[in-house]
């Protein structure tokens, strides 16, 4: 179950200046998800919004799902997207809650009365479904499969697809993840023997051979840090 919030909010729109009107900016109320800055506007008096949303958007789960005869984890239920709207009538909400119209709660006004700083706010929820898991099974539930590299798969995907299908879609990204982690890893070890050996450095002064290896020189810490990357790598690749 998703809550989505909006607040009705006013926008600036840069446009042609009409005859008599030296300003190109102009403003009107909708209703938005996310905080709209007014101090940026080029016409800030009159076009004030609220800092904060008196409400947050959230997504409920459940604390146990069924899927068939399995457990769902609750991180395989996250990569489902809620896209059926929850239909409400106005004998749900007490008139002192708010008021409903066309399946959005306004908590204080309706639609037609809304003044900017107003919120409203409706449920979503993901529809009942036929979906594949791409997993490891451990007795009635499911945990990520590590593969042969290390990379850990756990997905599910609305209808019915087989393993190779899944794969196919999976993979490739997974694969991104895996490389961008391998390019970022020597890096953050370079700067970590950097670090190191600068630390080393000021306890080994005395040493001449130990301090020139220590003084957190450029080559010497790149050195290390790929050593160190190939080592694990190498482990890691095994």
């Not at 919004?49 to 959230?58: G, K, R, S, W």
Request: with cysteine.
């Amino acid at each position: 179950l998703v809550r989505e919030v909006e607040m009705l909010q006013w926008t600036e729109e840069e446009g042609e200046p009409s005859d008599g009107d030296a300003s190109p900016y102009s403003y009107r109320q909708l209703w938005s998800s996310k905080l709209i800055d007014a101090s940026q506007f080029h016409v800030a008096e009159g076009h004030g919004n609220p800092t904060e949303l008196p409400l947050m958007p959230e997504r409920f789960t459940a604390q146990r799902l069924q899927l068939g005869a399995y457990v769902l984890p609750r991180a395989m239920a996250t990569q489902l997207a809620a896209t059926e709207p929850v239909a409400l009538s106005p004998d749900q909400i007490a008139p002192t809650e708010g008021v409903v119209d066309e399946g959005c709660v306004y908590l204080e006004r309706g639609p037609d009365a809304a003044q900017v700083g107003d919120v409203r706010i409706r449920y979503l929820v993901v529809p009942a479904q036929t979906v594949t898991v791409l997993s490891e099974q451990t007795g009635n539930s499911f945990r990520p499969y590590r593969t042969q590299s290390g990379a850990m798969l756990e997905e599910i995907a609305p209808g019915e697809h087989d393993a190779e299908e899944l794969l196919a879609e999976g993979l490739p990204t997974l694969g991104k993840r895996v490389w961008a982690a391998r390019v970022v890893a020597p890096v953050l070890m370079v700067v970590g023997g950097i670090l190191l050996l600068g630390a080393i450095a000021g306890l080994l002064k005395r040493i001449p051979f130990v301090r020139y290896i220590a003084s957190g020189d450029l080559r010497s810490s790149i050195a290390v840090g790929v050593a160190a990357y190939l080592a694990l790598f190498g482990l890691v690749w095994v």
